[in-house]
């Protein structure tokens, strides 16, 4: 029997850039393959489901599940993953928090599939050829995945043990992330790993440069500014959401000159991070004039959805609320 930690990978709806974020850890990948067994990981190994009916229950040690559950297979997986791991591992923003595809969870799925595959400009399907379920072909039943309802975080589906943040998470991240899961000594249940518990801000170099109380009378997109690299990004009217995201990411976005969108999630005990982004945004917002804010607010977060819940909408207070593990959305 071999002594090393048996692991497990699985990709839901995601981009696949989780995947290549274990890539990424280049020469501590072959570290990592002296520690670890890999017992599944379809998208790099030809493993199949069968083989994971065949293991023992609580056989693996880790499984790491990134992506949103969109599909009635990601759902029946992950309960199959999770049936044969002792512990569960969301990794990455779609399995922690719902991620981009969580904002389809704003359009019925009849709406989605009419414009994916009749509507959208680059469509070419003269006949409007609909996907279905069950097809008959040369007398073989051919099924498809069904699409849920909605888009769901890993933890809405089935219980998680500890997550990992980001969009994707970055090499220094996941490698701590592993160092904890290796070490034998976890953390509290519900943990997130690799990242820090303070705020973005409180690891930024710009942070000094940033006024003691920000009060913005214009707001400015990116690409409308030509951004002072060594200054706040707040304190020069274009929106970061460094205040209210988990640090731990090493700044990348605002070294690269882009404002933090908020892909590592929301701090300890905040509920609903859209909601706290939007109430930092409201104050620091210095207008009397009631009709300007709005004005502004509207030309400059003409997405609020996209700027506040990005990552984060199947598991915010405002859409797609559930009840327990698992359970039916409503509202």
């Given at each position: 029997?071999?002594?090393?930690?048996?692991?497990?990978l699985?990709?839901?709806?995601?981009?696949?850039?989780?995947?290549?974020?274990f890539?990424?850890?280049?020469?501590?990948?072959i570290?990592?393959?002296?520690?670890?067994e890999?017992?599944?990981?379809?998208?790099a190994?030809?493993?199949?489901?069968?083989?994971?009916?065949?293991?023992?229950?609580e056989?693996?040690?880790?499984?790491f599940?990134?992506?949103?559950?969109?599909?009635?297979e990601?759902e029946?997986?992950?309960k199959?993953?999770?049936?044969?791991?002792?512990?569960?591992?969301?990794?990455?923003?779609?399995?922690?928090?719902?991620?981009?595809?969580?904002?389809?969870?704003?359009?019925?799925?009849?709406?989605?599939?009419?414009?994916?595959y009749?509507?959208?400009?680059?469509?070419?399907?003269?006949?409007?050829?609909?996907?279905?379920?069950?097809?008959?072909?040369?007398?073989?039943e051919?099924?498809?995945?069904k699409?849920?309802?909605l888009v769901?975080?890993?933890?809405?589906?089935?219980?998680?043990?500890?997550?990992?943040?980001?969009?994707?998470?970055?090499?220094?991240?996941?490698?701590k992330a592993?160092?904890t899961?290796l070490?034998?000594k976890?953390?509290?249940?519900g943990?997130?790993?690799?990242?820090?518990?303070?705020s973005?801000?409180?690891?930024?170099?710009?942070?000094?440069?940033?006024?003691?109380?920000?009060?913005?009378?214009?707001?400015k997109?990116?690409?409308?500014?030509?951004?002072?690299?060594?200054?706040c990004y707040l304190?020069q009217?274009?929106?970061c959401?460094?205040?209210v995201t988990?640090?731990?990411?090493?700044?990348?976005?605002i070294?690269?000159?882009?404002?933090?969108?908020g892909?590592?999630?929301?701090?300890?005990?905040?509920?609903?991070?859209?909601?706290?982004?939007?109430?930092?945004?409201a104050s620091?917002?210095?207008?009397?004039?009631?009709?300007?804010?709005?004005?502004?607010?509207?030309?400059?977060?003409?997405?609020p959805?996209g700027?506040?819940?990005?990552y984060?909408l199947?598991?915010?207070l405002?859409?797609?609320?559930?009840?327990?593990?698992?359970g039916?959305?409503?509202?």
């Amino acid at each position: 029997m071999s002594d090393k930690v048996r692991v497990a990978l699985y990709w839901c709806a995601s981009c696949g850039g989780c995947e290549e974020a274990f890539v990424d850890l280049a020469e501590d990948l072959i570290k990592l393959a002296e520690k670890v067994e890999i017992v599944f990981w379809p998208v790099a190994i030809d493993m199949k489901k069968s083989d994971v009916e065949q293991l023992p229950d609580e056989s693996i040690d880790v499984s790491f599940i990134n992506g949103g559950i969109r599909l009635s297979e990601h759902e029946e997986m992950v309960k199959l993953l999770r049936r044969k791991s002792k512990v569960v591992v969301a990794f990455g923003s779609c399995a922690h928090l719902g991620g981009i595809p969580g904002l389809a969870n704003l359009y019925s799925k009849d709406e989605i599939l009419k414009y994916v595959y009749l509507e959208a400009p680059t469509v070419v399907n003269p006949e409007g050829t609909m996907p279905k379920e069950v097809v008959k072909v040369d007398g073989q039943e051919l099924e498809l995945p069904k699409v849920l309802r909605l888009v769901k975080a890993l933890d809405q589906v089935i219980d998680v043990d500890y997550y990992i943040p980001g969009c994707a998470p970055p090499p220094d991240v996941v490698k701590k992330a592993l160092d904890t899961l290796l070490s034998g000594k976890l953390p509290p249940k519900g943990s997130v790993l690799g990242a820090s518990s303070r705020s973005l801000c409180d690891e930024c170099d710009l942070n000094k440069t940033k006024p003691e109380k920000i009060l913005l009378k214009d707001l400015k997109r990116v690409h409308q500014v030509k951004l002072d690299l060594s200054k706040c990004y707040l304190a020069q009217g274009v929106l970061c959401l460094g205040p209210v995201t988990r640090g731990g990411c090493g700044t990348l976005c605002i070294k690269g000159g882009m404002p933090c969108t908020g892909c590592f999630g929301p701090l300890d005990n905040v509920k609903d991070y859209g909601a706290r982004a939007l109430s930092y945004l409201a104050s620091i917002l210095d207008y009397d004039d009631e009709a300007q804010a709005e004005k502004v607010i509207e030309e400059y977060v003409a997405d609020p959805a996209g700027w506040f819940y990005r990552y984060s909408l199947p598991k915010s207070l405002v859409r797609g609320r559930y009840q327990g593990s698992g359970g039916e959305a409503h509202g």
